[in-house]
């Protein structure tokens, strides 16, 4: 399988319940996004990862909580998350260098209740 | 805050010319990059400008006037399959792979 991938491709969840977003990535890259896009805003950076160590956060919630155990593979957890949480979730990497393009993956569709 | 302003939709039809324009004001800059997004899938790259002047790859061209803090993507020869969203980023040089994100033209081609 090549470029970025996530699972599920489509999420629903009740505000107490637990779950977790995967990203996987098969370009070599060492750098991993995660973004939130909501309708009418423009995509909104949340966390950065550049050879598995966060380099940012956009002042996300806790209640986000991302992981990153190898330069491939991205995780999002989630837990009591609100109704205006629900966004597509956009997973995309990089090479670890300035000013290239970053490749997204296909995205989550979450939807809070 | 990092300003980056885009029309929100347009509309042409087939084999027609459209130009979105993408105005910026940030603070640093190190390029420009053009994302096209259709409904349901992920935003793929188009182009990428960091100098002055027009960048041209095929049917689509993307100019930049770093002075005037302004760039345009501009399609050629229109397709119905080019109906999507078209999204503006700045690199703002300040963190490794931050960007900065308009909101996006929608634009919609009609036969």
């Known amino acids: 399988e090549t470029g970025v991938t996530q699972t599920p491709r489509h999420l629903v969840m009740g505000m107490t319940n637990k779950k977790s977003l995967k990203c996987e990535q098969h370009?070599?890259?060492?750098?991993m996004y995660w973004y939130k896009q909501s309708a009418k805003k423009p995509l909104e950076l949340m966390f950065v990862?550049?050879?598995?160590?966060?380099?940012e956060n956009n002042s996300v919630p806790s209640r986000f909580s991302p992981e990153c155990p190898n330069s491939s593979h991205l995780f999002l957890h989630l837990h009591t998350l609100q109704p205006e949480d629900s966004a597509l979730y956009l997973c995309a990497s990089s090479p670890m260098k300035t000013s290239t393009e970053q490749y997204f993956g296909p995205g989550t569709r979450l939807t809070v209740t | 805050g990092q300003n980056i302003d885009q029309p929100t939709e347009m509309t042409a039809t087939e084999g027609a010319i459209v130009q979105i324009n993408c105005t910026y004001q940030?603070?640093?800059?190190?390029?420009l990059f053009w994302y096209q997004q259709h409904a349901g899938e992920a935003p793929t790259f188009l182009s990428y400008n960091v100098l002055d002047g027009l960048e041209e790859k095929g049917r689509f061209s993307s100019f930049l006037s770093r002075s005037k803090g302004y760039s345009y993507l501009l399609l050629k020869e229109l397709q119905m399959k080019d109906s999507a969203s078209y999204l503006c980023?700045?690199?703002?040089?300040?963190?490794?792979?931050?960007?900065?994100f308009g909101r996006g033209t929608q634009l919609t081609v009609w036969p």
């Open positions: 370009l070599g890259h060492n750098a």
């Open positions: 990862y550049n050879f598995k160590e966060q380099t």
């Open positions: 940030t603070s640093g800059f190190n390029g």
């Open positions: 980023a700045v690199d703002r040089g300040s963190t490794l792979g931050r960007l900065y």
